[in-house]
């Protein structure tokens, strides 16, 4: 669990942007949970529409103290964040498109949107969504674990943006 789960969750940190960071699709918590617990001055907002998985978030985070988390139980679609968000990250979401078109929106213009992955993904970067433009794909390597990984970086196109220089 710690290799699989907690670590190749850290692996994002390199790329992590901004002060507000939102986790699409959290799950149980991964990877906004150990994102937030090794950096402490960020404000992450983990998002998932299940209501026993967002129960059990909220025990974690109530448990370990973290005050830099809110939980957010909402399917995509209908959520409506009060702010743009300037880093969107993803773990096990679904295809790159769907999380663009599902939560690109919520992308500052000069964030950047994280999809872990883990086979190289060609067949989804072939048909990224128009206003979007993809900087890079990282290969990751999680100590201990014998498994493929990337970290698909995106940002909103249009306007110079930090990333993209």
């Not at 964030?111 to 072939?126: D, F, S, T, V």
Request: glycine share 8%; charged share 20%; hydrophobic share 45%.
């Amino acid at each position: 669990m710690v290799k699989r789960h907690i670590l190749d969750s850290l692996s994002l940190l390199p790329w992590l942007c901004g002060e507000r960071i939102l986790d699409v699709g959290s799950g149980a918590g991964l990877p906004g949970i150990p994102l937030a617990i090794t950096r402490p001055e960020l404000q992450f907002y983990l998002l998932d529409s299940n209501a026993k998985r967002t129960r059990f978030m909220l025990q974690v985070v109530a448990q370990l103290g973290l005050e830099n988390v809110r939980i957010i139980r909402s399917r995509t679609q209908d959520y409506r964040p009060e702010q743009l968000f300037d880093c969107i990250v993803a773990r096990a979401f679904s295809s790159i498109a769907d999380l663009l078109i599902q939560a690109g929106r919520w992308c500052a213009p000069t964030g950047r949107i994280l999809a872990m992955k883990g086979q190289y993904p060609a067949q989804e970067l072939e048909s990224l969504n128009a206003g979007y433009r993809l900087i890079a794909v990282h290969r990751v390597q999680v100590p201990g674990l014998d498994a493929e990984r990337h970290v698909v970086h995106i940002i909103p196109s249009g306007g110079q943006h930090p990333a993209a220089t």
